[in-house]
């Protein structure tokens, strides 16, 4: 079977010198919910950034990256093809990606512009049945009825679920997604990360999340990569992120971790919250940290 992601031997080291990733080979399925963990400086948005295309590895002889077989970049060059890659992986930013001054069904339909003529990028016109497409986006996350404002007025979550909405319209096949809940309140990062992991379930698409929130990674996503100075340093389930794991694997830096609890919800309604991960009893999960609203 074809793999979704597969990444190897990449590197990445910045002109200052500091080597933000260091030798990074990673295979992620089709329709798996990855969990990137790490402090900050880890290189969790930089590995996020090289895997859609947007930062270029070193020039070595080995660093390949490859979605759904297609090469992003080898040998620390974009490959030439990059867009046509590229319209199947939705990238979800921190700070929304969105243009404020535009209608919140403009900013979901340019997930659609890698399929129409650039006249029509240009202006901006769209048909009756993408506009239908944008706004059935828009109901999947919740905000249809903000179709028509500028994005400007949407909160933050909103305008987080109006990026995810775009990713949709795009048909991706991957959503990357870089801090996605690290601004927002409690109550948009459940529905934010809600959204995320129903996609996932619903249509089958790979979806690779940092986070910060230890919890939040063990609460929604099976499988976590946790990263430490730009190398993988935990690959595999994340229930197993025990606070003596994380401690082994990060040492003093694990109380910054660890001291992140869980803002979404208290970890006591895992088993409420839908198809996402079941503690089993053999392992104890993390205390959650209580957060004001």
């Excluded at 048909?171 to 995320?196: N, Q, Y």
Aim: aromatic share 4%; with cysteine; charged share 20%.
């Amino acid at each position: 079977m074809t793999t979704a992601i597969r990444i190897h031997a990449l590197n990445k080291t910045f002109l200052s010198g500091r080597k933000a990733l260091q030798d990074v080979s990673l295979s992620i399925a089709p329709g798996e919910m990855v969990a990137l963990i790490g402090a900050s400086g880890s290189g969790k948005s930089t590995l996020l950034r090289h895997m859609a295309g947007l930062m270029a590895g070193d020039k070595s002889d080995y660093g390949v990256i490859q979605i759904h077989g297609k090469t992003v970049q080898q040998h620390g060059r974009i490959a030439s093809d990059i867009r046509h890659t590229r319209a199947g992986v939705g990238f979800v930013f921190q700070q929304f990606n969105l243009v404020d001054r535009l209608p919140v069904i403009v900013n979901v339909l340019a997930g659609t512009l890698h399929r129409v003529p650039l006249w029509r990028s240009l202006t901006r016109w769209f048909t009756a049945t993408e506009v239908a497409r944008g706004i059935e986006a828009l109901k999947r996350v919740g905000i249809e009825e903000c179709f028509a404002q500028r994005a400007s007025t949407l909160s933050g979550g909103q305008q987080q679920r109006a990026a995810i909405a775009r990713a949709l319209v795009q048909g991706a096949k991957v959503i990357l997604a870089d801090e996605p809940i690290a601004s927002l309140d409690p109550e948009s990062s459940r529905k934010v990360m809600d959204i995320l992991a129903r996609v996932n379930r619903e249509d089958g698409c790979t979806v690779v999340v940092s986070l910060h929130q230890v919890n939040v990674a063990m609460k929604y996503c099976p499988r976590t990569v946790a990263l430490h100075h730009g190398r993988v340093v935990y690959d595999g389930p994340s229930v197993a992120l025990t606070p003596a794991l994380l401690r082994e694997l990060y040492g003093a830096e694990a109380d910054d971790i660890l001291s992140l609890g869980d803002h979404i919800s208290s970890l006591q309604d895992v088993k409420s919250a839908g198809p996402h991960l079941v503690w089993p009893t053999s392992v104890a999960p993390l205390a959650p940290v209580a957060c004001a609203a």
